[in-house]
């Protein structure tokens, strides 16, 4: 059984991201406090692989797993894609108008916010969405509240007050695999890259002219900013392609030349959409 690190409490999206990529037959999850720890757990090996958020679809970049992509030296090797439904959940004893708080994870409260308006209720942040439908169980809280799963509820059994609260429908969450090893060729997969220019007109536009020259079709670009100099940026990128096929190769060659710095942190099999 492969071992695989997620980010909260049983119930979460990220386990739920991790059997929807491996299937639960062929898996032990491990749930770990934070991001950094799944992290140097696979980089101690502890587990096999680790599973982190990347991007939300309504609300953009999870700016901490870019960051420590930056700083490990572990691999993306896969992609997994989530459709989130959050529900809002308490004890079988609590009744919708009695709630006075609302738990869960900032992430999912930004995403829920314009249910949350309606309610007359105080909202708290926690590490986990799960994590909130354990804590409400834990502490036996008759007037709280959580944004979780339909999983965590049944986990920890609480029941669902509302179904699909997301500001959106169309709310999906992209997983980054991690490991050590890098991946084969598949013929339908993407590669991210991280890199930096000097700060002179023109020079984003000269190292992103080496992906157009040769048709590579960029599926993502974010910046970051530096920690070591203020107002100066890494650009985190995404492209179809693995960074063994020819074109993408030759790119990543070129890049070197026209980068102050540049780190590929790795090529994986796309998700499916």
């Known amino acids: 059984m492969l071992r695989v690190a997620f980010q909260g409490e049983l119930g979460a999206f990220s ?13 032990t999850t491990y749930p770990l406090k934070t991001l950094r720890r799944i992290f140097e757990s696979v980089e101690n090996r502890t587990v096999d692989y680790g ?18 992509l930056l700083e490990s030296p572990l691999r993306i090797c896969g992609e997994s894609k989530l459709r989130i439904d959050h529900c809002l959940m308490a004890l079988p004893s609590t009744q919708a108008r009695q709630l006075s708080v609302v738990y869960s994870h900032p992430q999912a409260l930004a995403q829920c916010s314009r249910f949350l308006e309606t309610l007359d209720v105080r909202i708290e942040s926690t590490y986990d969405t799960a994590g909130s439908a354990k804590l409400i169980v834990d502490r036996k809280l008759e007037n709280a509240g959580a944004i979780a799963s339909p999983r965590a509820a049944q986990l920890y059994g609480l029941n669902i007050l509302q179904m699909h609260i997301a500001n959106l429908e169309d709310n999906f969450t992209r997983f980054y695999v991690i490991g050590h090893e890098d991946t084969t060729p598949t013929g339908t997969d993407k590669t991210t890259l991280v890199f930096a220019t000097k700060h002179t007109p023109g020079s984003l536009y000269r190292a992103l002219r080496e992906l157009a020259l040769r048709e590579i079709n960029l599926t993502k670009i974010e910046s970051r900013p530096m920690r070591t100099t203020p107002w100066e940026y890494r650009f985190f990128v995404e492209f179809e392609g693995h960074q063994t096929d020819t074109p993408c190769a030759e790119a990543i060659d070129a890049l070197r030349g026209s980068t102050t710095f540049l780190k590929v942190l790795g090529s994986y099999r796309r998700a499916a959409s």
């Open 15 to 27: 386990e739920e991201a991790a059997n929807a990529y491996f299937s639960p037959r062929t898996i």
């Open 51 to 68: 599973i982190v958020p990347a991007e939300n679809s309504l609300e953009g970049t999870v700016n901490e797993t870019y960051d420590l």
